[in-house]
């Protein structure tokens, strides 16, 4: 089935969380390698492919809300204390919200330090900011302390789907998993 239901996700929708949050996990632990690296032309070429990557990122997040705004997410069990409700609807907030904030000042970081974003050796961002280092140091650390945020919410997230898993015993992690994944 491509649509959510009241019950479960669609595969589209499916789709999309996984390749984000495979794409995502993948930055947060390529940002942290690269970091700690010694200048050399595989730290250049990484973050090369992480500058990409978060361009890619929002535009995938773009299409998933959008798949979102037309196809009604599956509603929570009732059988939940009103809690997990606001919880279950301030989540992707925070999760969204990283996920535009994190590219947005890793651009930001790049083009105020005043090196451009090659996308895959396809194109080139245009110059949004010019050279400023202060700008770009303020971006840095809006980026690095959003991946320890980002750590912090995914932490959350993936505890929270392993808690109405095995013990509210409920299909919120299940409704959620490839099909391909699920046991019967």
Known sequence: MLKNTPNSFGS???TFHWIIALLIMGMLAMGFIIADMEASSTKMMLYG???STGVLIPLLVILRFTWRTWNPTPQMPSSLAPWHHRLAKLSPIALYSLMFLMPLSGIALSQAAGYP???YNIFTLPTLLFKNPDLSKTAALIHKYGAFAFIGILILHIS???YHH???KTNVL???L???FSHK
């Open 166 to 168: 095995f013990i509210l």
């Open 174 to 176: 299940k409704r959620m």
């Open 117 to 119: 974003i090659n996308v």
């Open 12 to 14: 589209i929708t499916k």
């Open 160 to 162: 929270a789907a392993f």
């Open 178 to 180: 490839p099909s391909w």
């Open 49 to 51: 492919l992480h500058k």
